[in-house]
């Protein structure tokens, strides 16, 4: 297992080009499913779920083969049944079910084991995809599903907390061949979600009102192979956009979208970072002004998104004050917290909230990545902190972050890949 090894202090300056996004590019793979055809994928990022991703639809009879950060997927010949121990590893690979159903008529995936950001269930899943007319029983810790045909219907998606990203998915990637017209409401409006909804239309698929909370899907009886460019990740952009509040440096992220980052942008500006559009770019600058404490509660797009709220924590440990950090989308994505605490970071956690006592320095210290991007704001703290800090199983980041060692290297960052 690898570590990172952090020197701090040093101002990040430069040019960052940020990669597709991963929780766009792993349900579009997964859509591939859908047609015999050969489909190509651009921009595909070179990480860890996204291999386990084509090792999975291999397990199923696809052929996949990546160049570069183009991959291309032929599922001519595939039957139902992957490899449990690949499907048990990522949660992702849920949404193979609802392409499976669609083309096959059967499914079988593991039950995803929950993880340390909570128990992640797939009943809004299986909800939906049973008022498509699938039936599942549960065996041996997989899932299995069947139908003699799917077709369309109503389907409310909203849970407890709201819509569900990859439920989304899959319902959407079920119904584009399910016989008549399938209405989601309460949808998800991630930009992953409408960059999925394009790759299906180029596939032949009839989706209206994506991005919206009300999908309509017109079932085709098949889908052709189609290419596609994904979107970039605007979860990594808003990660290295932090990097240069936190280092009192300036970023330039080619490619990142503004408008997918909306509240995040909002959020650091409120802060007192300076964001600026250049072109297709951002620009980010810590400005000489002091910064102000911001509370944040993360929501459903576009709302603030969860997997910023760690990375934003460590920006606040930097403000002199009180940041109030309310956790709304999973019920313990706080892992990063202890482990801010052993760099000297002061804060308290009331239910779904954490309350942030910025303007302390951090003092650098060996700390454990657990979920990903608990494990980006723990490199960023180290970023920040005097002195050295060791961010052990990096494996973590490696899921999600392309060469993020490299590309923060290459804009001054004292950082090193060390075997742990
Ligand atoms: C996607 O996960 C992302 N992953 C997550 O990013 C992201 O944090 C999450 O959406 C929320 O934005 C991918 O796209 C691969 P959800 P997903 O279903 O779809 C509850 C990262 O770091 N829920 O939108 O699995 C669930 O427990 C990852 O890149 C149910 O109750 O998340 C959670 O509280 C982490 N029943 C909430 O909904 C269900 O059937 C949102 O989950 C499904 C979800």
């Known amino acids: 297992m690898d570590a990172f090894q952090i020197r701090g202090g040093r101002a990040l300056r430069g040019e960052v080009t940020i990669s597709g996004s991963k929780n766009a590019a792993l349900p579009i793979m997964a859509a591939a499913l859908l047609t015999r055809e050969p489909c190509v994928i651009r921009r595909v990022p070179n990480l860890s779920d996204v291999q386990f991703m084509g090792d999975i639809l291999r397990s199923l009879g696809a052929k996949v083969e990546f160049s570069g950060d183009t991959v291309t997927i032929e599922a001519r010949d595939i039957q139902e049944f992957g490899d449990y121990e690949l499907i048990r590893k990522m949660r992702a690979s849920v949404c193979i079910m609802g392409p499976l159903l669609a083309r096959l008529r059967r499914a079988r995936v593991s039950l995803p084991g929950g993880c340390v950001i909570g128990a992640r269930p797939i009943d809004l899943h299986l909800k939906g995809l049973r008022m498509l007319g699938a039936k599942f029983n549960i065996r041996g810790g997989y899932v299995v599903g069947s139908t003699p045909a799917l077709s369309g219907a109503e389907v409310f998606l909203g849970g407890r907390v709201g819509p569900t990203v990859l439920g989304t998915a899959n319902i959407m990637m079920a119904a584009t061949l399910a016989q008549g017209v399938t209405i989601i409401e309460s949808a998800?409006?991630?930009?992953?979600?409408?960059?999925?909804?394009?790759?299906?239309t180029s596939m032949g698929a009839r989706i209206q009102g994506a991005g919206s909370p009300t999908l309509t899907i017109t079932g085709m009886p098949e889908l052709r192979g189609a290419e596609h460019d994904v979107i970039p990740d605007r979860i990594e952009a808003a990660t290295f956009a932090i990097a240069a509040a936190v280092t009192k440096g300036s970023l330039v992220l080619k490619g990142a979208r503004a408008d997918h980052m909306g509240a995040i942008l909002d959020k650091l500006r409120e802060a007192g970072v300076?964001?600026?559009?250049?072109?297709?770019?951002?620009?980010?600058?810590?400005?000489?002004r002091r910064l102000r404490p911001v509370d944040i509660t993360t929501q459903p797009y576009a709302g603030f998104p969860t997997d910023v709220q760690?990375?934003?924590?460590?920006?606040?440990?930097?403000?002199?004050?009180?940041?109030?950090?309310?956790?709304?989308?999973?019920?313990?994505?706080?892992?990063?917290?202890?482990?801010?605490?052993?760099?000297?970071?002061?804060?308290?956690?009331?239910?779904?909230?954490?309350?942030?006592?910025?303007?302390?320095?951090l003092s650098g210290a060996p700390v454990m990545a657990s979920d990903l991007?608990?494990?980006?704001?723990?490199?960023?703290?180290?970023?920040?902190?005097?002195?050295?800090?060791?961010?052990?199983?990096?494996?973590?980041?490696?899921r999600g972050y392309e060469r993020m060692d490299e590309k923060l290297r290459a804009v001054g960052a004292r950082i090193e890949r060390i075997p742990e």
Do not use: W
């Open 188 to 200: 998800a409006c991630e930009p992953e979600v409408v960059d999925l909804a394009k790759f299906l």
């Open 373 to 398: 991007r608990a494990s980006a704001a723990l490199v960023l703290a180290g970023l920040a902190a005097e002195g050295v800090t060791t961010v052990k199983r990096v494996y973590h980041l490696d």
């Open 274 to 288: 300076s964001i600026r559009r250049q072109g297709n770019d951002l620009a980010v600058e810590r400005s000489r």
């Open 310 to 361: 760690a990375q934003m924590m460590v920006l606040m440990l930097q403000v002199p004050g009180i940041s109030v950090i309310t956790e709304r989308i999973f019920e313990s994505r706080f892992m990063h917290v202890p482990e801010l605490c052993r760099l000297g970071a002061q804060i308290s956690i009331e239910g779904p909230s954490a309350i942030v006592k910025g303007g302390e320095p």
